[in-house]
């Protein structure tokens, strides 16, 4: 079946420690997307990639970055985590011709 | 400044009946909106979307209502089975094709036997 893989679903990392989480997608889809996602809070969109063009939300934190090597790649790169950072990572991807995105299971990320 | 808000962060419904969700919005610029549910451990998915130039769209158990006039969309779920308890996000884009979603903060759905 088409999908959105997330790699790895929990991730614990230390205060300070860079970590990377991975999607992949068998969709063929033009848009991926990465979301941080709080508990009882709306998933909030950090960037997208259009193929390679990078989207960057303005209110994003520099420690967040995102690599997109193939189209069926995107990481998510946190270069130094901090407790505020523990969350759920979620991954989507779109066609671009529809607004409705397909999401990951998500990654859950600790911090201590 | 939440633009798009589910101000019922949890509803409980009997097994039979109607559940409905409600969500408001306040940016006039939304023209598509959608309903993703979530259950534990799995991504949202996908569940049923509606254009502004519509006022209802009904997918089987699923039916969406829009109500412009007052920026409110609703999901009513008839009849209401177990299999339906799930967290229920709602997401508004300004026009259908738009890259971009903006999520209320979801509605947490359980269904009693």
């Known amino acids: 079946d088409a999908m959105v893989i997330q790699n790895p679903r929990y991730q614990v990392t230390q205060f300070g420690k860079p970590v990377t989480l991975s999607c992949s997608q068998t969709?063929?889809?033009?848009?991926m997307y990465w979301y941080q996602q709080k508990s009882s809070q709306a998933p909030k969109l950090l960037f997208h990639?259009?193929?390679?063009?990078?989207?960057n939300e303005a209110d994003t934190p520099d420690n967040f970055q995102s690599r997109r090597p193939n189209t069926s790649f995107c990481f998510l790169d946190i270069r130094s985590p901090g407790l505020g950072d523990a969350a759920m990572y979620l991954c989507?991807?779109?066609?671009?011709?529809?607004?409705?995105?397909?999401f990951g299971p998500g990654t859950r990320l600790t911090v201590t | 400044d939440q633009q798009v808000k589910q101000n019922s962060p949890s509803l409980s419904v009997q097994e039979g009946r109607i559940s409905i969700l409600n969500c408001d919005y306040t940016?006039?610029?939304?023209?598509?909106f959608l309903w993703y549910k979530k259950y534990p451990a799995e991504g949202p998915t996908f569940l049923i979307s509606?254009?502004?130039?519509?006022d209802k769209n009904e997918d089987g158990r699923f039916t969406v209502f829009l109500n412009k006039s007052a920026k409110h969309l609703s999901l009513h779920i008839v009849p209401s089975q177990p299999g339906d308890s799930a967290v229920y996000f709602c997401?508004?884009?300004?026009?259908?094709?738009?890259?971009?979603?903006?999520f209320g903060q979801g509605t947490r759905l359980t269904i009693n036997p």
């Open positions: 989507a991807t779109s066609s671009g011709t529809t607004s409705v995105q397909y």
């Open positions: 969709l063929n889809h033009n848009v």
């Open positions: 990639y259009y193929d390679k063009d990078f989207n």
């Open positions: 940016n006039s610029m939304f023209d598509y």
């Open positions: 509606i254009s502004s130039i519509k």
């Open positions: 997401a508004a884009s300004s026009f259908q094709g738009a890259q971009k979603l903006v």
